[in-house]
């Protein structure tokens, strides 16, 4: 089976950082997705990551650790904006990702 | 570039009615997906198709749900009849190809409401 784990809610300050965990246990790994999605709309892609270690985008960075099954995406100066879900995929096997049910930020000003 | 477009955006029926909704993807892509996502719920995959033939349709309750994708452009995915808890928001993703990396693009969705 598949099973990706989020929290379900953070709040964060404007201008502040903020790091959303991700932990996943699938059968199969070919990499992970950050997609992000504001309210009633679709998921848009932020990040993917195959190797261990941290892609830089931006305000936006992933990290990976494939020997734990740990992800985590790091949001900088944070900004109104950025409040929406944040989800993270898991491509088990060819073209087919797994999606945990997402992290709502809400960021206050 | 043009994205991925679906239709209707909404819709509202009763339960044991029909229902079919319609994803055009991004020119080229081969891989196209389609996703239920339930309230507060990430995307669920229901089928994937490569060019015109079906990938994974383990997660699709093939009793009431069927999709296709004639000539490896458009595909139609239809629920009949609908049930209660098949009220969602129905993703349609594609993908150039299913090599790495595949980053989805999805479409705006179509919200469907069963009374």
């Known amino acids: 089976g598949q099973n990706i784990d989020q929290p379900t809610e953070m709040t964060a300050t404007e201008g502040a950082i903020v790091q959303i965990n991700c932990t996943y246990q699938?059968?199969?790994?070919?990499?992970l997705f950050w997609y992000q999605q504001h309210a009633g709309e679709a998921p848009t892609f932020l990040s993917y990551?195959?190797?261990?270690g941290l892609e830089e985008k931006g305000r936006f960075s992933s990290f990976l650790s494939r020997s734990k099954g740990y992800s985590y995406l790091l949001l900088k100066e944070l900004q109104m904006k950025d409040s929406a879900s944040y989800l993270c995929?898991?491509?088990?096997?060819?073209?087919?990702?797994?999606f945990g049910d997402g992290t709502t930020l809400t960021v206050k000003p | 570039e043009a994205g991925v477009a679906q239709s209707p955006r909404y819709k509202i029926i009763e339960k044991r009615q029909s229902v079919a909704f319609w994803c055009n993807p991004i020119?080229?892509?081969?891989?196209l997906y389609w996703y239920q996502q339930i309230l507060g719920q990430g995307p669920k995959l229901l089928i994937q198709?490569?060019?015109?033939?079906?990938?994974?349709d383990s997660q699709l309750p093939k009793d009431r749900f069927s999709a296709e994708r004639l000539k490896g452009v458009d595909s139609t995915l239809k629920i009949q009849p609908a049930k209660l808890e098949d009220s969602a928001v129905y993703l349609c993703?594609?993908?150039?190809?299913?090599?790495?990396?595949?980053?989805?693009?999805f479409g705006p969705g179509t919200r469907l409401t069963v009374l």
């Open positions: 993703a594609s993908s150039f190809s299913p090599l790495l990396p595949n980053e989805q693009f």
């Open positions: 699938t059968s199969g790994f070919n990499g």
């Open positions: 990551n195959v190797l261990d």
């Open positions: 995929a898991v491509r088990v096997d060819a073209g087919k990702s797994t």
């Open positions: 020119s080229g892509h081969a891989t």
């Open positions: 198709f490569q060019n015109n033939g079906v990938v994974d």
